[in-house]
């Protein structure tokens, strides 16, 4: 086992994302990679938690490439299809059947871990159960969507605040715990608040100038 294998084994605690992830990553490295669709029919009985949080995770990696415009987009796409009460998400082909490299995929579940860790060691299943139900999932579909856009607007670091707002939305769900949830709403609320904000004066800026 690699250094960086024993790390990941100390930080990880197990719950249900952390455990998708790492199977995620074997596959990947006995398979020589996967594609984004094939990854996403790993989720099991996570579904939709764990789509938002796996086309979050690689915008906070630091990839060559437009990865926060693509995943950024796809993200939109499955959230417009949770707010219309999709069970079975849809993605595009060119996302779908886009290939992810072992390393790539190591990458990725390197940088994500630790965020995703911290997340996962304040859950307790059952809290707020209400929050967790399909209703409610449904209702979020509108603070992923606008998270999800802010994700795709070529802000500099402006992705760290609502991919973490993501990350908590998403593992609430998959843990059943709806006070982490709540909590992951109000981070989404000043997240969009925030960019909001950073836009208004941007925008200030170049018309003064």
Same mark, same amino acid.
């Given at each position: 086992?690699? *250094? +960086?294998?024993?790390?990941?084994?100390? *930080?990880?605690?197990?719950?249900?994302?952390?455990?998708?992830?790492?199977?995620?990553?074997?596959?990947?490295?006995?398979?020589?990679?996967? @594609?984004?669709?094939?990854?996403? *029919?790993?989720?099991?009985?996570?579904?939709?938690?764990?789509?938002?949080?796996?086309?979050?995770?690689?915008?906070?990696?630091?990839?060559?490439?437009?990865?926060?415009?693509?995943?950024?987009?796809?993200?939109?796409?499955?959230?417009?299809?949770?707010?219309?009460?999709?069970?079975?998400?849809?993605?595009?082909?060119?996302?779908?059947?886009?290939? &992810? @490299?072992?390393?790539?995929?190591?990458?990725? &579940?390197?940088?994500?871990?630790?965020?995703?860790?911290?997340? *996962? %060691?304040?859950?307790?299943?059952?809290?707020? %159960?209400?929050?967790?139900?399909?209703?409610?999932?449904?209702?979020?579909?509108?603070?992923?969507?606008?998270?999800? /856009?802010?994700? +795709?607007?070529?802000?500099?670091?402006?992705?760290?605040?609502?991919?973490?707002?993501?990350? /908590?939305?998403?593992? +609430?769900?998959?843990?059943?715990?709806?006070? &982490?949830?709540?909590?992951?709403?109000?981070?989404?609320?000043?997240?969009?608040? &925030?960019?909001?904000?950073?836009?208004?004066?941007?925008?200030?800026?170049?018309?003064?100038?």
């Amino acid at each position: 086992m690699s *250094e +960086a294998d024993e790390s990941m084994s100390r *930080e990880q605690p197990r719950g249900v994302a952390t455990a998708r992830l790492a199977e995620m990553r074997e596959l990947a490295r006995a398979r020589g990679g996967l @594609s984004i669709g094939e990854a996403l *029919e790993i989720m099991g009985s996570t579904g939709i938690a764990f789509t938002v949080l796996f086309l979050a995770i690689p915008a906070l990696t630091p990839i060559p490439g437009p990865f926060g415009m693509v995943f950024g987009t796809a993200l939109a796409l499955i959230s417009l299809q949770i707010i219309a009460g999709s069970r079975t998400l849809w993605l595009p082909a060119m996302v779908r059947n886009r290939h &992810v @490299s072992p390393a790539t995929f190591d990458l990725i &579940v390197r940088h994500s871990i630790p965020m995703i860790a911290r997340v *996962e %060691k304040i859950m307790r299943a059952g809290r707020l %159960k209400a929050l967790t139900g399909p209703i409610v999932q449904t209702l979020l579909g509108i603070p992923i969507f606008l998270l999800a /856009v802010v994700i +795709a607007l070529p802000i500099p670091f402006g992705n760290i605040l609502p991919v973490f707002s993501l990350v /908590v939305l998403a593992v +609430a769900l998959m843990e059943r715990d709806g006070l &982490v949830a709540l909590v992951g709403l109000l981070f989404a609320a000043a997240t969009i608040a &925030v960019t909001t904000a950073l836009l208004h004066v941007s925008v200030s800026m170049i018309f003064t100038s």
